[in-house]
């Protein structure tokens, strides 16, 4: 047979039905294409897990010894140093993201950050002096977001010089920017407050669904880009165990020294929220929507303590819980008589729970080590790659 006809014969083969299907078989396995986003911004909605100073700026902020051991003063984060969504922005090459609600040297050209401590997806009937419930639910997150679009286009847009723009977001990357959550866990703790447990069950769909309408109304703007955290295990918390704990109540705490009926509350929450996730993406079909198994990662963390180089993972840093009397990290209280400051301990990098409800630091590096490859992602890709 002559070359030319095998050159035919060659590409005849080459070019079969059955050759692509086996190429288009393994570019599926080999997953999305590794090319990175370039994500220009993030634009964050959250609670305290998130809050990098939204809080702190319209109620009583946060004091030392809050900051320690990263920015040497308190950041308006509850937290020894930086928090998860920090060593996100770090990855992507983005500055920390400032609080919306921050007016002190506010920089949102690379995104905001509208999380503040205490915020629920549902309003509650609360407030931040009653049990530390934030005005500032998702709605209003959004509304806020609303308002620094709007707002920032139309001086972005008539500024003439690049001088009057600096500090602004380029209006074309908000469609470019991750739009990240980080909210739930107060809408549960609301619930273990008020309701029994068969009752909080059966408000979580109507939450969810809240949840879901801000996605929406998101895309409905041009967001494309979402990443969403699920909630954490809240039955670990050492501000509910270490008091259960000293009460000496049988049957209430699993193996690793969690409240059970509380973390099995947060697993149904979940998986509601990751059926909603693949519901959304049938219903966004031009939006990238990746959830990311954040109680995993947490509760991995707590198991494993010792392992991993921490203290036992019902420690608390910072502040004093012990037989009812609970003093907030960095506050002064009477005790017995007894002058008491609730200061941090000799060494946070050992210690997972900063102050009883949030981590330290080091905790949070540890977690987002985990969850920025991808690892623990649907679909199981990094962050970087989100867009995708």
């Not at 407030?127 to 509304?143: A, E, M, R």
């Not at 990238?288 to 509760?299: E, F, L, N, Q, R």
Request: hydrophobic share 35%; net charge neutral; glycine share 8%.
């Amino acid at each position: 047979m002559s070359w030319f006809f095998t050159a035919i014969l060659l590409a005849l083969l080459l070019s079969s039905p059955g050759q692509g299907r086996a190429q288009e078989s393994r570019r599926r396995k080999r997953g999305p294409s590794a090319v990175n986003c370039n994500i220009p911004a993030i634009y964050n909605f959250g609670d305290s897990n998130s809050d990098t100073g939204g809080l702190s700026a319209v109620f009583p902020p946060t004091v030392p010894p809050n900051g320690e051991t990263f920015f040497h003063n308190p950041s308006g984060r509850a937290c020894d140093g930086r928090l998860i969504i920090d060593f996100i922005a770090e990855h992507l090459g983005i500055p920390y993201l400032s609080a919306y609600l921050n007016s002190i040297k506010p920089n949102f050209e690379h995104g905001a950050n509208f999380a503040t401590r205490g915020a629920t997806i549902r309003q509650q009937n609360e407030g931040w002096f009653q049990n530390y419930v934030s005005p500032f639910s998702l709605d209003i997150q959004l509304t806020h977001f609303y308002e620094l679009k709007a707002q920032t286009t139309y001086f972005f847009n008539l500024a003439k010089e690049q001088a009057g723009r600096d500090g602004l977001p380029k209006p074309e990357d908000f469609s470019k920017a991750l739009y990240m959550f980080d909210i739930g866990q107060n809408d549960l703790d609301a619930g273990f407050r008020k309701m029994s447990n068969q009752q909080i069950l059966a408000d979580i769909p109507d939450i969810i669904a809240l949840f879901a309408d801000a996605v929406h109304n998101l895309y409905r703007t041009g967001a494309r880009a979402f990443w969403i955290h699920n909630t954490g295990p809240v039955g670990c918390l050492p501000l509910k165990t270490v008091e259960i704990e000293q009460h000496l109540k049988p049957g209430i705490l699993d193996e690793d020294g969690c409240i059970k009926d509380q973390n099995d509350i947060a697993k149904e929450f979940n998986k509601q929220l990751k059926e909603r996730v693949i519901k959304l993406r049938a219903e966004l079909p031009q939006a990238s929507i990746t959830h990311v198994d954040i109680y995993t990662a947490k509760y991995k963390l707590i198991r494993n303590a010792r392992d991993l180089g921490f203290e036992d993972a019902s420690k608390i840093c910072c502040g004093y819980r012990r037989n009812g009397t609970n003093i907030w990290c960095g506050y002064n209280a009477n005790v017995n008589g007894r002058d008491m400051h609730a200061g941090s301990c000799p060494n946070p990098s050992k210690v997972i729970s900063w102050d009883s409800v949030h981590y330290t630091e080091s905790a949070n590096r540890w977690i987002a080590s985990l969850i920025i490859n991808g690892s623990l992602s649907d679909p199981p890709i990094p962050i970087a790659q989100a867009c995708q």
